[in-house]
């Protein structure tokens, strides 16, 4: 019953921007870290950012440390991402994702989304 639901993604021109969006639902998530993964063709799974649910406390991958902004609403049990100055190497798929312990690029999340897809075009 536990649902993660991507959306928000899309083709936009390099510089452009997104908001990616993530609507949690089936418990609370207020003990865990909510992030974005991201998996483009050839390459491996990636951290692009995190939250901790109840503190707001973040984390940016270095490549995308100051154009991306990760955000949540607990009234509205939603996550977001905002993508500004976007590269063509920014296009992949783009996972919802909540661990209870740790989030990183090695370790699988507990829960994760269907993706949604993010392409920059040059």
């Known amino acids: 019953q536990v649902q993660l639901v991507e959306s928000g993604g899309g083709l936009v021109q390099a510089g452009g921007s997104l908001r990616l969006s993530c609507a949690t639902s089936?418990?609370?998530?207020?003990?865990?870290?909510m992030g974005w993964f991201r998996q483009a063709p050839g390459k491996e799974r990636e951290l692009v950012a995190h939250?901790?649910?109840?503190?707001?406390?973040?984390y940016y991958a270095d490549s995308v440390k100051g154009r991306f902004t990760i955000s949540r609403d607990g009234a509205k049990n939603m996550v977001y991402l905002q993508m500004n100055s976007l590269k063509p190497e920014d296009t992949a798929v783009y996972y919802c994702a909540a661990s209870f312990y740790a989030l990183n690029t090695a370790r699988k999340p507990d829960y994760w989304g269907q993706g949604t897809q993010v392409t920059v075009s040059s």
């Open positions: 939250i901790s649910w109840s503190g707001g406390n973040t």
């Open positions: 089936g418990r609370s998530f207020s003990s865990y870290l």
